[in-house]
């Protein structure tokens, strides 16, 4: 699975609470908790956001509760990959279960804002288009590439039979 996209870029602590704000909570459409993703900590992001870019971080992205709201808000403003120094443990589970891949990157701080990047899931490479870099990262497991492509957990159930 390859992935191409303009990167948007955040720092460390990225929290749930930073991705979407807690008044949204009483919906999960996805679409209407991405028109408010980011707001309070970058209130153009969805204005900039086109679909198919990527968000890149530092460490910790996601901590905070463990709502599912982030991670939909993340996949229904458009962005089609995480990439970041680490994860808070049920985001990162929650992003593969809603079908948003997710990537470990140890050196983020390689990655600007703006930069375009094309991430291969199969091979672990990322490459910078616009520096002209490549970066390994972990390779994105094939039966989670599965889930990715079928939509997330419970359509990949599903599809399981």
Same mark, same amino acid.
């Given at each position: 699975? /390859?992935?191409?996209?303009?990167?948007?870029?955040?720092?460390? =602590?990225? %929290?749930?609470?930073?991705?979407?704000?807690?008044?949204?909570?009483?919906?999960?459409?996805?679409?209407?908790?991405?028109? @408010?993703?980011?707001?309070?900590?970058? #209130?153009?992001?969805?204005?900039?956001? &086109?679909?198919? =870019?990527?968000? /890149? *971080?530092?460490?910790?992205?996601?901590?905070?509760?463990?709502? +599912?709201? *982030?991670?939909? *808000?993340?996949?229904?403003?458009?962005?089609?990959?995480?990439? $970041?120094?680490?994860? $808070?443990?049920?985001?990162?589970?929650? $992003?593969? %279960?809603?079908?948003? !891949?997710?990537?470990?990157? #140890? @050196?983020?701080?390689?990655? +600007? =804002?703006?930069?375009?990047?094309? *991430?291969?899931? =199969?091979?672990?490479?990322?490459? %910078?288009?616009?520096?002209? +870099?490549?970066?390994?990262? +972990?390779?994105? !497991?094939?039966?989670?590439?599965?889930?990715? &492509?079928?939509?997330?957990? /419970?359509?990949?159930? &599903?599809? &399981?039979?």
């Amino acid at each position: 699975m /390859v992935i191409k996209g303009r990167v948007h870029r955040f720092g460390d =602590d990225i %929290n749930t609470d930073d991705i979407i704000p807690a008044p949204y909570l009483d919906s999960q459409d996805p679409k209407f908790l991405g028109s @408010h993703c980011m707001e309070n900590i970058a #209130p153009q992001f969805t204005k900039r956001v &086109k679909k198919g =870019d990527i968000i /890149v *971080a530092g460490k910790k992205f996601g901590c905070g509760s463990s709502r +599912e709201h *982030a991670p939909l *808000a993340i996949k229904g403003c458009g962005i089609s990959l995480l990439i $970041a120094k680490s994860f $808070a443990r049920i985001f990162y589970r929650n $992003a593969i %279960n809603i079908g948003l !891949p997710i990537l470990t990157f #140890p @050196h983020p701080e390689k990655i +600007e =804002d703006g930069n375009l990047l094309e *991430a291969d899931l =199969d091979k672990g490479v990322v490459k %910078n288009i616009t520096k002209g +870099e490549r970066y390994f990262c +972990e390779k994105f !497991p094939q039966f989670m590439q599965e889930i990715i &492509k079928s939509g997330g957990l /419970v359509n990949w159930i &599903k599809k &399981k039979g």
